[in-house]
Every structure is written in structure tokens, then in C-alpha cells.
Nanobody, 117 residues
Framework: QVQLVESGGALVQPGGSLKLSCVAS????????ASWYRQTPAGKERERIA?????????WHRDSVKGRFLISRDNAKNTLYLQMNNLKFEDTGVYFC?????????WGQGTQVTVSS
């Protein structure tokens, strides 16, 4: 049974930092790409903000977070990370871990990030 469990969300002031984690289980984490999505309070759909490939760990970041967020993975720990620096009000939202495993999409339950002064 594939499971993705996020953690690390919190209330943080503008300019602050957070590191999100997503622990994967039920599949060979190292052989699949993974992504972070975000759903903002005003957003109707989740937007993909970062992705990382499996073997060579090439990464992609949405323009709005490029230079501030960094996706990474530790295959030995079956864990996906999102380091978020210089957080802005508009980064507030629920952050989800995502993986497509054998053609099936899986989502974590989400972790809340609130940027507020």
C-alpha cells in the first residue's frame, strides 16, 4: 500500500524558512520521480511547485519559487524534502507530496504552511 506522509508545515513570519518532509512507503521510492504541489486559499487547483526525477535527481522548480525553494530526496530514507527560504505571504497554503507509481497517482494528506506577521 503506497503511502505519502508529509510533515513540517507551520506558522512562519515573512522571510522565514521551513523544511517540509514527505516519507514514502509501500513502493520502491528510489525508482520513481516525485513532486511537491501547493493549494493556496484562493486557488481552486493544486499547482505543481517542484519536481525531482528518480535516478539522477534532476529538479524543476516553478518560477515563483525558483531561488527560494529547493526540492531534494534521500533515497536511503525514502524521504522527499522541500526547503523553503525567504517565505512570502503568497506561499501560504497546503503543501502536498505527489508520486505516480505504476500509472497510479498518489497524494499525501498535506501539511499547512502559513506565512503571516
Amino acid at each position: 500500500q503506497v503511502q505519502l506522509v508529509e510533515s513540517g508545515g507551520a506558522l512562519v513570519q515573512p522571510g522565514g524558512s521551513l523544511k517540509l518532509s514527505c516519507v514514502a512507503s509501500g513502493y520502491d521510492f528510489s525508482t520513481y520521480a516525485a513532486s511537491w504541489y501547493r493549494q493556496t486559499p484562493a486557488g481552486k487547483e493544486r499547482e505543481r511547485i517542484a519536481g525531482i526525477s528518480n535516478i539522477i535527481s534532476s529538479t524543476w522548480h516553478r518560477d515563483s519559487v525558483k531561488g527560494r525553494f529547493l526540492i531534494s530526496r534521500d533515497n536511503a530514507k525514502n524521504t522527499l524534502y522541500l526547503q523553503m527560504n525567504n517565505l512570502k505571504f503568497e506561499d501560504t497554503g497546503v503543501y502536498f507530496c505527489y508520486a505516480r507509481v505504476a500509472g497510479i497517482e498518489y497524494w499525501g494528506q498535506g501539511t499547512q504552511v502559513t506565512v503571516s506577521s
